[in-house]
T-cell receptor
Framework: DTAVSQTPKYLVTQMGNDKSIKCEQN?????MYWYKQDSKKFLKIMFS???????INETVPNRFSPKSPDKAHLNLHINSLELGDSAVYFC?????????????FGPGTRLLVL | RKEVEQDPGPFNVPEGATVAFNCTYS??????FFWYRQDCRKEPKLLMS???SGNEDGRFTAQLNRASQYISLLIRDSKLSDSATYLC????????FGSGTQLTVLP
């Protein structure tokens, strides 16, 4: 069974479109994250949710809106996509927040904005 | 200055070689430290945590020097399957990743 799953795996879209990426974890973890990995391979945290509550919101444009319907799911909606949004987006989860616990990553969603 | 800095490599080494990666971090308030491994076009996975006293897991040895704000990873007897990017990761209250060091182990 996949521990952290994301859909879709690949997403190719035009500038200006709105798209969503879904994430689910079946590990029973309380904390979930979204990371962005750009073309230079830097992995940067975007958001973190603990028990459906937002706890980390890095400097991310407000075109990005995370939603956590329950603690097993953390979705990412992106409005008005821009070329610079092209990247790999990873969802992750951990037992608790604070960074001490091992984070388990999903397989990534490769987003290409044309 | 980047919060976590690593030599990007690439390191190309023959099978059986010993290879060492270094990492420095800028925030002295950082609390915990890790090495993650990321295979090509895959997600990062935890390789090992790094403890102040140094720790070993099979062929892998991690060291931390808090005074110098320096972390290292030593891989002994390299295998082809060790080829990957190794990410130095530092935690204050969230994880901050280095850009990774690429390792290729050659037959």
């Amino acid at each position: 069974d996949t521990a952290v799953s994301q859909t879709p795996k690949y997403l190719v879209t035009q500038m200006g479109n709105d798209k969503s990426i879904k994430c689910e974890q079946n590990l029973g973890h309380d904390t979930m994250y979204w990371y962005k990995q750009d073309s230079k391979k830097f992995l940067k945290i975007m958001f973190s949710y603990n028990n459906k509550e937002l706890i980390i919101n890095e400097t991310v444009p407000n075109r990005f809106s995370p939603k956590s319907p329950d603690k097993a799911h953390l979705n990412l909606h992106i409005n008005s996509l821009e070329l610079g949004d092209s990247a790999v987006y990873f969802c992750a989860s951990s037992q608790a927040s604070g960074g001490q616990e091992t984070q388990y990553f999903g397989p990534g969603t490769r987003l290409l904005v044309l | 200055r980047k919060e976590v800095e690593q030599d990007p490599g690439p390191f190309n080494v023959p099978e059986g070689a010993t290879v060492a990666f270094n990492c420095t971090y800028s925030n002295s308030a950082s609390q915990s430290f890790f090495w993650y491994r990321q295979d090509c076009r895959k997600e990062p996975k935890l390789l090992m945590s790094v403890y102040s006293s140094g720790n070993e897991d099979g062929r892998f040895t991690a060291q931390l020097n808090r005074a110098s704000q320096y972390i290292s990873l030593l891989i002994r007897d390299s295998k082809l399957s060790d080829s990957a990017t190794y990410l130095c990761v530092v935690n204050r209250w969230q994880l901050t990743f280095g850009s990774g060091t690429q390792l290729t182990v050659l037959p």
